[in-house]
């Protein structure tokens, strides 16, 4: 059963800190993953999709890794603002299943003081 | 609309009765998808649709769940008998094919079982 773990829960940074989100899943047979933002009450916004094939990906301050073969994703932000404060949630389409369901890990909530 | 669109916003409903949550994906997505989100955790998959037909419903919980999308576009979920453990966001989302395409969430529906 494939199951999907964040670390940290929660991280506190001043702002213009570099930081790392991590993600971790058990089983390697993953079709992709996805990272996703989200504020307080409300849904979720897609960040970055990272195919199976890939290595990486980037948007903006946004920096996605994936190793497949050690069940590990990376979030990188680049100086971090403010407006970063909000949960990152990883999620991960399971090998097992053609179906898009999405396994989540529980979330890193992000404060950016300023 | 550009986006996925989840209506009401909020719901409070009493225990035992029925409530209906209503999702409006966006046009052109054949892929459907619910989740449950309780307080401080990822989101649960519920059930998943490809076009009109649910392709894999095994993540409701029981047989008080229901959801159906008649005709392949806006999809409802029911439940009938509501207990208060059925308090949480429930989030639709959509994505442009079938499989492991991103997918574009809503804003959920906060659901108040008292």
């Known amino acids: 059963k494939q199951e999907v773990t964040q670390i940290p829960a929660a991280l506190s940074v001043p702002e213009g800190e570099n930081l790392v989100l991590n993600c971790s899943f058990t089983?390697?047979?993953?079709?992709?993953l996805q990272w996703f933002r989200q504020d307080p009450g409300k849904g979720l916004t897609s960040l970055l999709l990272i195919q199976s094939s890939q290595r990486e990906q980037t948007s903006g301050r946004l920096n996605a890794s994936l190793d497949k073969s050690s069940g590990r994703s990376t979030l990188y932000i680049a100086a971090s603002q403010p407006g970063d404060s909000a949960t990152y949630l990883c999620a991960v389409h399971p090998g097992s299943s053609n179906t898009g369901k999405l396994i989540f890990g529980q979330g890193t909530t992000l404060q950016v003081k300023p | 609309g550009a986006g996925v669109s989840q209506t009401p916003s909020n719901k409070v409903t009493e225990k035992g009765k029925y409530v209906e949550l209503r999702c409006d994906p966006i046009s052109g997505h054949t892929a459907l998808y619910w989740y449950r989100q309780s307080l401080g955790q990822g989101p649960e998959f519920l059930i998943y649709?490809?076009?009109?037909?649910?392709?894999?419903d095994s993540g409701l919980p029981n047989d008080r769940f229901f959801a159906v999308r008649p005709e392949g576009s806006v999809s409802t979920l029911k439940i009938q008998r509501t207990e208060r453990g059925d308090s949480a966001v429930y989030l639709c989302?959509?994505?442009?094919?079938?499989?492991?395409?991103?997918?574009?969430f809503g804003q959920g529906t906060r659901l108040t079982v008292v």
């Open positions: 089983d390697s047979a993953i079709y992709n």
């Open positions: 649709f490809q076009g009109t037909g649910a392709a894999d």
């Open positions: 989302a959509s994505s442009l094919g079938g499989g492991n395409t991103e997918a574009f």
